[in-house]
Each structure stands twice: as structure tokens, then as C-alpha cells.
């Protein structure tokens, strides 16, 4: 799938979406600057209207379905971000949509959910669980499910965070992307690839969430445990689909710990006042903590997504 989609699927889709999204700003950060030695900035993802990129795709898939399939309702699991993108899309269409959501899903993203409109299921323990229960119950009413992180309309839609970075900086040289199960990747890679091939595309994850990174290394799909992170966002499994994506999208992938993302999130506010969740600070992780070396200029940090529990944000400061 991701080796048949075109720049011009993500150009249409850029064109599809446009008017319901918000183009975010890009942030010139200047410790990170110095650091790298050149031109950094922060894609302020964390800005777009449900507080993450996942609106983008969310949305060009609701627009690309049939009437009749909307009528039928859509289904999607998701670590929060994702479920908030389709549920505010779903409304825009007036089409019945349903969550699930791990249970400890944080309270913020499974409250905006609810509040535009769609229905929750907070039953599973992990984000794995809630994808085999929601594609089970999507089967069974006969709805679209609609996949977190793959899915050719939705790679296109989570593009156009690649075609604004390119519109804005058209001589950029690293392209930085928080990973999990491939979907910004997917997007911004088809894009990138085909049309700025000397762009290196660098990927970031917590090492509590490393399915990509230990199954690039092993050229296999490696299980990972379901544990607690502060990267809820890039928590789950990949498959052999997601892997591909890997593949042919990444020029390089490293981890950071989880006191390192938090350190980040810290640091995002105190010296940026951009707020960030765990799964869009590990990008800025990994380029403060020097774990990504010889960072070509200018490059963007993808700040994938902003949505954090107020008492978690107010613990990680305080500390």
C-alpha cells in the first residue's frame, strides 16, 4: 500500500482537506539550532484543531467514503489522538462513530471524544486489545473500520504534514518524525520520497514503544510487551504493512527513555511554551540528548500531538 501511493495522492488530499484543518506553524527553536549546528523547527502539530495530526487522515478518509458507507458508521481503535481525529471527522459528516480506547487511554483524549459526539468503549486493557475488539465490532455492524496507522486514504491525509513542511522550508534536509505504528511515517515518506529524495527522514520513539525500531534492526516483526509509557500515542504492535513503511521510509530510527522524553516535554514548554504529549516530544528527545548526531540543516521536529492530562503536565514540570 504505501509502495503504491503517489505525491499526488497526498496532494489531493491536501486539497480535500484543506478548510477543515488548520496549517500548522513551524517554530524556529534556537537552543536546538546551536545545537545542530543550523536551522531547527518544531512542526507545531500539537496547534491542529484536536491537538494531534491524526485529524488529517481521519478526515480524508470520512471525505473519500461512500454515502451509503457513512451511513453505516465508522469504527477505529486508537491510543487517544487518532480516535479524537475520527470522532471530530465523523461529525463533520454526520456519521455514527465508535471508539475504543485502551483503558488507560489518558482522561483528555477519551473526554474530547465523547464530547464530539461518538461512542467510547474503554473495556481493553491495551491498545492492541482495543484494535481486535473494534475490527471485531466493525465486522459485526457491518461499519468501516478505520485503522490508526495504515490505509492508503489515511497515509495521504497524515502526508500533508509533509507537504506543508516542504511548502514552507522547500530546501529541507531532515525531515524528524515521532513512530509508532507508521502512519506519519507512511504519509510523510510517500510524499518525501517521490518528491525531495535527498530529504533524511529520521524517526524517534520511546524505547518502551520500539515495535519499529527492533523490527527494522531484526528485518522482522518483534513483539514488544504492553507496558506503560508516557508515549501513549506510539504504544502497539506493527505488522508486516507497518514494517514496509519502515523499510522504505526511514533513513535512521533511535530511542529515547521515558525520563528523557519527559525531559523534553519539560523543556518544550519552559524554553518553547509548546506543550507536548509524550508521543510528540520524543523527536525532541532524541535530538537533545545528541541521539540523533550530524543532524543535516535546516531540519523539522514533527511535534506530533499536544495532548496531555493537566496533572500529568503539571507532575513532569515540577519535577
Known amino acids: 500500500m504505501f509502495a503504491d501511493l503517489r505525491a499526488s495522492d497526498v496532494l489531493a488530499a491536501a486539497d480535500r482537506i484543506r478548510g477543515y484543518v488548520?496549517?500548522?506553524?513551524?517554530?524556529?527553536?534556537?537552543?536546538?539550532?546551536?545545537?545542530?549546528?543550523?536551522?531547527?523547527?518544531l512542526k507545531?502539530?500539537?496547534?491542529?484543531i484536536t491537538g494531534s495530526f491524526k485529524l488529517r487522515g481521519a478526515l480524508n478518509v470520512l471525505a473519500t467514503l461512500s454515502p451509503g458507507a457513512r451511513a453505516r458508521g465508522v469504527v477505529a481503535s486508537s491510543a487517544g489522538n487518532h480516535g479524537?481525529?475520527?470522532?471530530?471527522?465523523?461529525?463533520?459528516?454526520?456519521?455514527?462513530?465508535?471508539?475504543?480506547?485502551?483503558?488507560?487511554?489518558?482522561?483528555?483524549?477519551?473526554?474530547?471524544i465523547a464530547?464530539?459526539?461518538?461512542?467510547?468503549d474503554t473495556s481493553q486493557p491495551h491498545y492492541d486489545a482495543a484494535m481486535d475488539a473494534?475490527?471485531?465490532?466493525?465486522?459485526?455492524?457491518?461499519?468501516t473500520f478505520i485503522n490508526p496507522c495504515l490505509g492508503a486514504m489515511l497515509l495521504a491525509g497524515q502526508g500533508t504534514v509533509a507537504?506543508?513542511?516542504?511548502?514552507?522550508?522547500?530546501?529541507?534536509?531532515?525531515?524528524?518524525?515521532?513512530?509508532?505504528?507508521?502512519?506519519?511515517?507512511?504519509?510523510?515518506?510517500?510524499?518525501?520520497?517521490?518528491?525531495?529524495?535527498?530529504?533524511?527522514?529520521?524517526?524517534?520513539?520511546?524505547?518502551q514503544t520500539a515495535a519499529m525500531s527492533l523490527s527494522v534492526a531484526a528485518g522482522r516483526i518483534v513483539p514488544?510487551?504492553?507496558?506503560?509509557?508516557?508515549?501513549?500515542?506510539?504504544?502497539?504492535?506493527?505488522?508486516?504493512?507497518?514494517?514496509d513503511i519502515g523499510r522504505r521510509g526511514l533513513d535512521g530510527i533511535v530511542t529515547v527513555s521515558e525520563s528523557e522524553i519527559a525531559d523534553a516535554i519539560r523543556w518544550l514548554?519552559?524554553?518553547?511554551?509548546?506543550?507536548?504529549?509524550?508521543?510528540?516530544?520524543?523527536?525532541?528527545?532524541?535530538?537533545?540528548?545528541?541521539?540523533?548526531?550530524n543532524v543535516a540543516t535546516p531540519a523539522v521536529i514533527v511535534i506530533s500531538g499536544g495532548n496531555i492530562d493537566q496533572d500529568r503536565f503539571d507532575q513532569i514540570l515540577s519535577q
Open 84 to 112: 479524537l481525529g475520527v470522532a471530530y471527522a465523523a461529525k463533520l459528516f454526520d456519521t455514527p462513530a465508535t471508539i475504543f480506547v485502551p483503558a488507560g487511554a489518558p482522561q483528555v483524549k477519551r473526554t474530547g
Open 224 to 243: 514488544i510487551d504492553n507496558t506503560p509509557t508516557l508515549a501513549d500515542g506510539l504504544a502497539g504492535q506493527i505488522d508486516d504493512e507497518a514494517l
Open 44 to 48: 507545531l502539530e500539537n496547534q491542529q
Open 163 to 207: 507537504q506543508e513542511v516542504l511548502g514552507d522550508i522547500p530546501h529541507l534536509a531532515t525531515l524528524i518524525l515521532n513512530v509508532g505504528g507508521g502512519g506519519l511515517l507512511g504519509g510523510c515518506a510517500s510524499l518525501v520520497r517521490r518528491v525531495a529524495p535527498s530529504v533524511h527522514i529520521a524517526g524517534a520513539q520511546s524505547d
Open 134 to 143: 473494534a475490527k471485531a465490532f466493525a465486522i459485526d455492524r457491518g461499519s
Open 269 to 293: 514548554w519552559q524554553a518553547e511554551r509548546v506543550r507536548a504529549e509524550g508521543a510528540g516530544a520524543a523527536g525532541a528527545a532524541a535530538l537533545r540528548t545528541r541521539k540523533l548526531r
Open 115 to 120: 464530547k464530539l459526539g461518538a461512542s467510547i
Open 22 to 41: 488548520r496549517r500548522t506553524p513551524l517554530l524556529r527553536s534556537a537552543e536546538l539550532s546551536t545545537l545542530a549546528g543550523g536551522d531547527v523547527y
